[in-house]
């Protein structure tokens, strides 16, 4: 399985900045995958990410608040922009599992806090 | 549309107990099924999978069986431990599209 990197582990910021959050993988994956998860809450996916083509968002979720790059097939950003303390959540990248399999394989996330 | 429902947790059980979660599913297609845990303070491992009908998933003594006929992917564990305690999530992928459809989750508690 992929081993998956993020960074920041954790980050406490004021309302209205912005947080570019990291997701590196050992091996090239042409899947990743972005995701919102609130405190006691189930996972929410906010966008998928392949390289070489836009991010595609899921309902609720849009380019001008989480706008995502994918330069190269070992690595993702996803930005939380003008932050608010609705934003507060673990923010989890993924990636798909081996070639024909369809597991995903997570990183460990990053803990947000907007005060 | 596709769905997961689990069972409501908490879940609290003493040290070497039977453990049951529920999940049930509703999907178009042949989805596959699929358990995860999260660990205290920790991202998501996938515990176990099933691909098609009868399959059985196993890991660290946990099982589950992919149920068509109940629309059913039951976690079971005859003994449980202390360090098992996290939060277990049921989770379906159908079509190419790798997307998975995630369960509430489920709190699972084990006092010593």
């Known amino acids: 399985s992929a081993v998956i990197s993020q960074k920041p582990s954790r980050d406490i910021c004021q309302r209205g900045t912005s947080l570019t959050i990291q997701c590196q993988v050992d091996s090239q994956v042409t899947m990743m995958f972005w995701y919102r998860q609130q405190p006691g809450q189930s996972l929410t996916l906010i966008a998928t990410?392949?390289?070489?083509?836009?991010?595609?968002?899921e309902s609720g979720f849009v380019i001008d608040k989480f706008p995502i790059s994918r330069p190269n097939l070992t690595f993702s950003t996803l930005t939380v922009s003008n932050m608010s303390p609705e934003d507060s959540s673990i923010y989890l990248c993924s990636v798909e599992g081996a070639t024909g399999s369809d597991e995903q394989f997570f990183g460990p996330g990053t803990r947000l806090t907007v005060l | 549309g596709n769905s997961v429902t689990q069972m409501e947790g908490p879940v609290t059980l003493s040290e070497e107990a039977f453990l049951t979660i529920n999940c049930t599913y509703t999907?178009?297609?042949?989805?596959?099924l699929f358990w995860y845990v999260q660990y205290p303070g920790e991202g998501l491992q996938l515990l176990l999978k099933?691909?098609?009908a009868d399959d059985k998933g196993s890991n660290k003594g946990f099982e589950a069986t992919y149920r068509k006929e109940t629309t059913s992917f039951h976690l079971e564990k005859g003994s449980v431990q202390v360090s098992d305690s996290a939060v277990y999530f049921c989770?379906?992928?159908?079509?190419?599209?790798?997307?998975?459809?995630w369960g509430a989750g489920t709190k699972l508690i084990i006092k010593p």
């Open positions: 990410a392949n390289q070489g083509s836009e991010a595609t968002y």
């Open positions: 999907a178009t297609g042949y989805p596959s």
């Open positions: 099933a691909t098609k």
């Open positions: 989770a379906l992928s159908v079509g190419s599209n790798y997307q998975l459809i």
